[in-house]
C-alpha cells in the first residue's frame, strides 16, 4: 500500500509476495506478485514503483513455477534467480525498457 503524508492510501497492489528489493538509491521497488491461473496453477508477475515518476508499474509477463527471488536491480533492469524442478539455480534479468507493460498506475 502506497499511502501520501496525511496516511490515506493511494494505491495498493493485491497478493504481494515478498521479499520486495530496493534499488541502490531508494527510488525504485521490485515486489513479485502471486497470480494464480485456474488452469495453469501459480505464477508470478513484478510490479516496478518508481518514486521518482510517481508510478507503479506492473509487468504484464507470467513466470510459471517457483517464487523468483530479486538480487539486485541496475539501470533499467533487474536480476533475479529461482530454483527448477531439479533444485538447480537459474538465474534471470528482466529490463524495464523492453518488457511488455499490463497497466501503470500513477500517484
Same mark, same amino acid.
Not at 501520501?4 to 530496493?22: C, R, T, V
Not at 518514486?51 to 504484464?60: E, F, Q, V, W
Given at each position: 500500500?502506497?499511502?501520501?503524508? %496525511?496516511?490515506?492510501?493511494?494505491?495498493?497492489?493485491?497478493?504481494? /509476495?515478498?521479499?520486495?528489493? =530496493?534499488?541502490? *538509491? #531508494?527510488? !525504485?521497488?521490485?515486489?513479485?506478485?502471486?497470480? /494464480?491461473? =485456474?488452469?495453469?496453477?501459480?505464477?508470478?508477475?513484478?510490479? !516496478? !514503483?518508481?518514486?521518482?515518476? +510517481?508510478?507503479? &508499474?506492473?509487468?504484464?509477463? /507470467?513466470?510459471?513455477?517457483?517464487? +523468483?527471488?530479486? *538480487? #539486485?536491480? %541496475?539501470? *533499467? #533492469?533487474?536480476?533475479? +534467480?529461482?530454483?527448477?524442478?531439479?533444485?538447480?539455480?537459474? %538465474?534471470?534479468?528482466?529490463?524495464?525498457? &523492453?518488457? %511488455? !507493460?499490463?497497466?501503470?498506475?500513477?500517484?
Amino acid at each position: 500500500i502506497i499511502q501520501d503524508k %496525511e496516511k490515506q492510501n493511494i494505491a495498493s497492489i493485491e497478493n504481494a /509476495m515478498g521479499p520486495l528489493y =530496493w534499488s541502490n *538509491d #531508494k527510488k !525504485i521497488i521490485v515486489l513479485p506478485i502471486c497470480k /494464480m491461473h =485456474w488452469l495453469k496453477g501459480f505464477h508470478q508477475k513484478f510490479a !516496478i !514503483i518508481n518514486l521518482d515518476k +510517481r508510478t507503479i &508499474t506492473h509487468l504484464k509477463q /507470467m513466470h510459471k513455477g517457483e517464487p +523468483r527471488i530479486i *538480487d #539486485k536491480i %541496475e539501470d *533499467d #533492469k533487474f536480476h533475479f +534467480r529461482h530454483f527448477n524442478k531439479e533444485s538447480k539455480v537459474v %538465474e534471470g534479468i528482466i529490463s524495464f525498457a &523492453t518488457s %511488455e !507493460i499490463e497497466e501503470i498506475i500513477k500517484f
